[in-house]
């Protein structure tokens, strides 16, 4: 057991529509630059959502090697496990730096849907005289696909990977709990030091909203539909808000012991505090309270050992859906107090697992430099969302401290603090 262990970040990667690599990333925060456009795969189908946060020059072979390793990788792992090596080389980590048995890897992820068009053929062979036949899928349609299909989509593939790459022995976990999944990695790899167990961890998410077939499957309920004005569509709690916005992306943090990281040189981008979770079922029939994400936050602070005046900003989920932002502004008030608010997925929208750390960099960064980027698109205060808002431009705030949140439709919620290194 490591007595009273500093846990600080060294490395961040980031993959994310408004930006490849924590540089770009933050050139665009702080530009007010959007990454929310018409979805190349979705203009002209009659989808009722044809817009969000899509990657652009993205190409996993800069990053994935051997290449042959993309055969067995979809997407989104694809995506993670770039995320991953950004976070490496930035962390300045190289073989032998870490016995293998002290390094691990923890990844917040989910269900990986697969191209339509890569089993269009197996379905094909299931339908009938315009019906579908699903008897035949067995017979037929299997031989259609790759041997090693199942591989390519298995949602533990990308903390898989990235352990195999890093030759990463020690403890290893995949979370799949939504938009708290990387958050709540964060967390687990930030304990699995603390005990003792590891001296490197790797903590991160990746998700999309933006497959067609996840798109056809999940529906555009909780979605905005403001398709005149994309980049406008994303408003966390202006009055003007009429739902989320899809998105998809990946982030990864480099977690060390502070005495691990001082010895070998690397530079200290911020230090990791204290953290909180908290569940609320929605299904009671009765409207959220925002209890558990109270909970949350005072777990944070108390394991911190901060008061609210101590947090100089929070980062907040704000997905722009409105009972959500509503009952998240409310506890954010109820606990902190005006504390200024930023809400970075005014910039990309919702990345499902993905957006814990995506989300998270961009006060990493801000600790890092001293000053917060803006909230994008909040021009009118909804009353019910009591908060103070960044909006505009970048703001200095009086305190190097933050309080990252996130929750999950299915009533998980999670906090999590940093400081200044």
Not at 12 to 27: F, Q, S
Not at 47 to 61: C, E, I, N, T, Y
Not at 289 to 317: C, F, K, M, Y
């Amino acid at each position: 057991m490591v007595e009273s262990c500093e846990v600080v970040i060294t490395g961040l990667g980031l993959v994310t529509p408004i930006g490849t690599g924590h540089e770009a990333y933050w050139r665009s925060l702080l530009e007010g630059r959007s990454g929310i456009a018409p979805l190349t795969h979705a203009v002209g189908t009659g989808l009722p959502v044809q817009f969000g946060g899509q990657l652009k020059d993205f190409d996993a072979k800069q990053f994935v090697k051997p290449r042959k390793s993309l055969k067995v990788m979809c997407h989104e792992i694809q995506v993670g496990y770039s995320a991953s090596m950004l976070a490496v080389d930035q962390a300045g980590l190289k073989a032998g730096d870490v016995a293998p048995d002290r390094i691990g890897v923890v990844f917040g992820s989910e269900m990986f849907s697969c191209d339509v068009d890569e089993l269009a053929d197996a379905y094909r062979k299931c339908v009938v005289d315009g019906q579908i036949r699903p008897e035949l899928w067995g017979e037929g349609a299997m031989s259609d696909l790759y041997p090693l299909w199942m591989l390519k989509y298995l949602p533990n593939m990308v903390g898989c990977h990235a352990a195999i790459a890093l030759d990463a022995r020690g403890p290893n976990n995949t979370i799949t709990l939504d938009e708290v999944s990387a958050l709540l990695a964060v967390i687990e790899a930030n304990c699995a030091i603390q005990r003792g167990a590891a001296d490197v961890m790797l903590a991160g998410g990746v998700g999309t909203r933006v497959n067609l077939t996840r798109m056809l499957y999940r529906g555009d309920r909780d979605w905005s539909h403001r398709h005149e004005d994309p980049t406008g569509a994303c408003r966390p709690f202006d009055a003007d808000r009429d739902g989320g916005v899809i998105g998809e992306g990946a982030g990864v943090l480099v977690l060390e012991r502070r005495e691990f990281a001082e010895a070998r040189g690397a530079k200290i981008l911020a230090r990791l505090g204290g953290f909180g979770r908290g569940f609320e079922s929605p299904n009671t029939g009765r409207p959220l309270t925002g209890d558990a994400t109270r909970h949350s936050i005072q777990t944070a602070l108390r394991q911190s050992e901060l008061t609210p005046d101590d947090i100089g900003h929070v980062n907040a989920h704000g997905e722009s859906t409105i009972d959500h932002d509503r009952m998240e502004a409310q506890a954010i008030r109820d606990c902190l107090g005006d504390v200024p608010v930023m809400a970075p997925k005014s910039y990309f929208g919702c990345l499902g697992a993905g957006s814990g750390v995506v989300e998270m960099a961009a006060s990493v960064l801000a600790v890092a430099e001293d000053i917060v980027p803006p909230t994008l698109n909040y021009a009118r205060p909804d009353p019910q969302c009591p908060i103070h808002v960044i909006h505009g431009q970048p703001q200095q705030v009086k305190n190097r401290s933050a309080l990252i949140l996130n929750q999950s439709e299915t009533g998980q919620t999670a906090a999590v603090v940093i400081d200044a290194a």
